[in-house]
């Protein structure tokens, strides 16, 4: 309160109700813009929202790429296997092994 603030004795300073209205922080916010701070909190918020859809259509982005490269995987591993397995038959049917004497 007043009783630790030293006391000023010249100007504006002498007034004690102003000096209290200085310190009171109540008092300090008359003045403020309500309305411009209530609109920056909005554009926060907005602002948020907005990255956290975007982080959001990312993370289905990167989804839906890893499932497409896990499927191209798995149809070049069975291409693969049939390839193997089709060339594994023709040397059973139409190789013969020669037997070296």
């Given at each position: 309160g007043l009783a630790e603030m030293p006391r000023f004795t010249s100007g504006n300073n002498a007034d004690p109700q102003r000096l209290e209205r200085i310190l009171d922080a109540k008092q300090r916010l008359i003045g403020v813009?309500?309305?411009?701070?209530?609109?920056?909190?909005?554009?926060?918020?907005?602002?948020?929202?907005?990255?956290?859809?975007?982080?959001?259509?990312?993370?289905?982005?990167?989804?839906?790429?890893?499932?497409?490269?896990?499927m191209?995987?798995?149809?070049?591993?069975?291409?693969?296997?049939?390839?193997?397995?089709?060339?594994?038959?023709?040397?059973?049917t139409n190789q013969v092994m020669s037997h070296a004497s």
């Open positions: 813009d309500v309305d411009a701070l209530n609109a920056q909190v909005e554009e926060k918020r907005r602002r948020q929202e907005e990255e956290k859809a975007h982080e959001q259509q990312y993370a289905e982005a990167l989804a839906s790429h890893v499932a497409t490269m896990t191209g995987q798995l149809d070049a591993a069975a291409l693969r296997k049939e390839w193997d397995r089709s060339v594994q038959d023709f040397r059973s």
